[in-house]
């Protein structure tokens, strides 16, 4: 559990390099035997890209590191709970578990932070091959507040 609070601390860290580059708040890290081997930050707008989020950033980093595309026995890490995309892209990339630091809310999903109330873990289970999900709420009010200062920024 610990080793899981030290990379989810990473991956808000780049939560907070998303914001200051202008992106959406969210950040992310892939895991491979106790190593980080990518990291991803938000930056769609700037890149005029709808598919670059953090998780699915740092996913490409991972498979063009490692070259493969099969990340087994890898785990990530999101400041943020994955959207549906992230979530299928970590499906199709074979990653073995996503740890997050903080869930969905109603008042994110009508802001149109998320696709809408899809539940990954209901998702997950009906897929052929499920990933291991982990909510670790102890930085949720940590990434509430960079969400919220994003807003302020952006209003």
Partial sequence: MEQNKIFLKEAIKQAKISFEQGGFPAGAV??????????????????????????????????????????????????LEPCLMCFSVANWANISKIVYGCKRTEEMIGKNFYEGFNVNSEINSKNNRQIELEYIGDFENECLDIIKEWEAKMS
């Fill in 30 to 79: 892939v895991v491979k035997d106790g190593e980080i081997i990518s990291e991803g930050i938000s930056l769609g707008r700037q890149l005029n890209d709808p598919t670059e989020h953090s998780e699915t950033s740092a996913i490409r980093k991972a498979c063009k590191k490692l070259g493969t595309t099969d990340l087994s026995g890898c785990i990530l890490y999101a400041a």
